[in-house]
């Protein structure tokens, strides 16, 4: 049944576990693991490295339908993006649990440990990532490629969300028949209903984490005073926390910029915030996917972003549902403005929109990690 522990060996070959072994569990993962588990005809249980990542402030429930546990083991968290786990324990877990699959969720010095014992044991594995070529530490770091090529070649199947994942695994030597398509996904769904676009309280929302290196928080506040030199100091939203949010909040005031603050916001305050304004900027200078795309749109909210991410790439360029420019501060702030002041052209972006989004689905992604573990016959 669902929610089996890992460590029952008293398991027939009928009821072995499908294991998961992921970094942390986010809002998004615990919904797809629910609903997977749902779909599944064994038991699923999920192994996290850790019980949560400094940087993400995410409350969770419970796990509901599936076997979780956190192994013990080392933890460095880098920064707000980047973390190593090294879990001896995942072995003998595994060894106990003899599962009829491991799925592992991108590299880690525990995902090579788990890929070496299902080996050992005869179990097939799958790779998840979400990674792309782009910002891919593998290119530059020795210890990184190590990693990957110990992981990737021994693997049965690989699950990417995107394009640019899928020609990372294929790098690393998994062939293209095998890689299924999982998207990334909102770890909520919007309102039927949604606020009319042009009666929204704000102009502008910025979403993510407040630094430059990753989000482009210190672009966003040059865009937004550039509107405001050039006579139109919006109404502004920024949802998040970080090291730059003191220093924009400093310079939006000092400009004359309305601003609201929201700090970090769990996910039924985040979905309000969505629709909450007309026009979302995500000036990413890295970001492997951006689910915060999928989440404006979903809300009805135009999105211009720059090209730097997944989404911006294969969603809004790919199915003309976004805006995509590169980074420049003049360009950007006469984009804003001139979106803000077309509502047709921003429902013709909507439109674009809803056929797009079924393609990127919590659906979708259940029906990929069903067709890999298909694939092992």
Known sequence: ??????????????????????G?????????????????????TVLACAAREP???????????????????????RDAVRNLYVNPSVVPRLAAARPAAVILNDFSPTMAMAALAARAL????????????????????????ALRRAIVPGA???????????????????????????????????KAALPDPEARPYDVLFCGILNEEVKGARFFTDVMRACAAAGRPLRVRVAGDGPLRDEMAARLAEAGIEARFDGYLAQDAL???????????????????????????????????????GAARELLAAEGCGVVRPL????WARETLALLDDPGRRA??????????????????????????????
Not at 11 to 18: G, I, K
Not at 57 to 69: P, T
Request: charged share 15%; aromatic share 8%.
């Open 24 to 44: 942390a569990l986010a809002p998004y993962t615990q919904v797809l693991y629910r609903a997977l588990a749902a779909a599944l005809d064994a038991p699923l």
């Open 156 to 190: 049965a199947f690989g699950l990417a969300p995107s394009t640019g994942s899928r020609t990372l695994l294929a790098a690393y030597g998994l062939a293209p028949a095998r890689i299924f398509r999982a998207p990334l996904f909102p770890a909520w769904e919007a």
């Open 1 to 22: 049944m669902p929610g089996a522990d890992v460590t029952d060996s008293r398991s027939t070959d009928a009821d072995r576990p499908v294991v998961v072994v992921t």
């Open 271 to 309: 979905a309000e915030a969505h629709t909450s304004a007309r026009l979302l900027l995500f000036p990413s200078r890295g970001d492997v996917w951006g689910i915060v795309v999928n989440e404006a749109l979903q809300s009805g909210t135009a999105v211009l972003a720059s090209p730097h991410s």
């Open 122 to 145: 005869g179990i097939p594995y799958g790779i998840r990532t979400d990674g792309v070529p782009e910002t891919d530490p593998g290119t530059r770091s020795p210890a990184h490629r």
């Open 348 to 377: 013709q972006l909507r439109q674009a929109a809803a056929r797009a989004m079924p393609d990127v689905s919590l659906a979708r992604a259940v029906e990929g990690y069903r067709a890999a573990l298909a694939s092992l016959g």
């Open 55 to 77: 940087a993400r402030q995410w409350e969770l429930a419970a796990a509901d339908g599936y076997g979780f546990s956190v192994l013990p083991g080392l933890r460095w968290h």
């Open 328 to 331: 420049a501060v003049e360009a």
